[in-house]
């Protein structure tokens, strides 16, 4: 990803990354091998989509065709299509860069002076 002074790294792990736009009140998800570039509510459904995939049935089911996962978010305009391992790598990405969020939405709110 090339350096642009309106991007903010999120949160990157070896997956892939996370990127905030302010300009656009954007998301980038960089992640396998692709880039794409999703609204605040459809990054917030892309996770709770992830968070909802049961990982033990994914891993223990012998039925081929739970070998992947097919997620289709709405207001992204992209199908991942997923194996364990990109849900995994998926969801400690979106974890991170939720907690990343969480964790600067509570430093402003202390750092910042109320107006009485």
């Given at each position: 990803?090339?350096?642009?002074?309106?991007?903010?790294?999120?949160?990157?792990?070896?997956?892939?990354?996370?990127?905030?736009?302010?300009?656009?009140?954007?998301?980038?998800l960089e992640f396998a091998g692709s880039l794409t570039v999703l609204k605040v509510d459809a990054f917030i459904r892309l996770k709770q989509i992830i968070e909802k995939i049961d990982l033990v049935e994914m891993a223990n089911s012998t039925d081929r065709s739970s070998d992947v996962e097919i997620i289709y978010p709405v207001g992204c305009d992209c199908i991942y299509v997923l194996t364990l391992p990109e849900v995994l790598s998926l969801s400690e990405l979106l974890s991170g860069a939720m907690a990343m969020l969480t964790l600067n939405s509570m430093l402003h709110e202390c750092l910042t002076p109320t107006v009485a």
């Amino acid at each position: 990803m090339q350096s642009n002074s309106n991007l903010k790294e999120i949160y990157k792990t070896g997956a892939g990354a996370i990127y905030q736009c302010d300009r656009q009140n954007r998301f980038l998800l960089e992640f396998a091998g692709s880039l794409t570039v999703l609204k605040v509510d459809a990054f917030i459904r892309l996770k709770q989509i992830i968070e909802k995939i049961d990982l033990v049935e994914m891993a223990n089911s012998t039925d081929r065709s739970s070998d992947v996962e097919i997620i289709y978010p709405v207001g992204c305009d992209c199908i991942y299509v997923l194996t364990l391992p990109e849900v995994l790598s998926l969801s400690e990405l979106l974890s991170g860069a939720m907690a990343m969020l969480t964790l600067n939405s509570m430093l402003h709110e202390c750092l910042t002076p109320t107006v009485a």
